[in-house]
Nanobody
Framework: QLQASGGGLVQAGGSLRLSCAASSTLSAYDMGWYRQAPGKQRELVATISPGGITNYADSVKGRFTISRDNAKNTVYLQMNSLKPEDTAVYYC???????WGQGTLVTVSS
C-alpha cells in the first residue's frame, strides 16, 4: 500500500515536499513519482533507482528532486520554483508495477 502526502496550496515560486510511504519494503524497486493534471493523462515526473540514480521529465528538471530513504520505506519529491502548470494529483509507485495508491493534490496559484 502506497500513500502520498504533503500536497497543498502554494503560490507560484513556492516549494513543497511530498512523501510517499509504503507498507512494505521498497528498497529493491525503481520508484517513480507521477502526476495527473485536470483533463490530462497521468505522466511520469521522476524516477529513482535502488542505488539512487535519478531521472526527471524535462518539465521539472532543475526544479524537482526525488530521493528515498529505504530504511523508512519512503520516497520523497522536493518541488521548488513551482508553477501553475505543476498543479496536479501526485502519486508514487514502483516503476513497472501498475498499482496506484492514494495521491496528494498540489495546487499552485499564479
Amino acid at each position: 500500500q502506497l500513500q502520498a502526502s504533503g500536497g497543498g496550496l502554494v503560490q507560484a515560486g513556492g516549494s513543497l515536499r511530498l512523501s510517499c510511504a509504503a507498507s512494505s519494503t521498497l528498497s529493491a524497486y525503481d520508484m517513480g513519482w507521477y502526476r495527473q493534471a485536470p483533463g490530462k493523462q497521468r505522466e511520469l515526473v521522476a524516477t529513482i533507482s535502488p542505488g539512487g540514480i535519478t531521472n526527471y521529465a524535462d518539465s521539472v528538471k532543475g526544479r524537482f528532486t526525488i530521493s528515498r530513504d529505504n530504511a523508512k520505506n519512503t520516497v520523497y519529491l522536493q518541488m521548488n520554483s513551482l508553477k501553475p502548470e505543476d498543479t496536479a494529483v501526485y502519486y508514487c509507485r514502483p516503476v513497472g508495477i501498475v498499482v496506484w495508491g492514494q495521491g496528494t493534490l498540489v495546487t499552485v496559484s499564479s
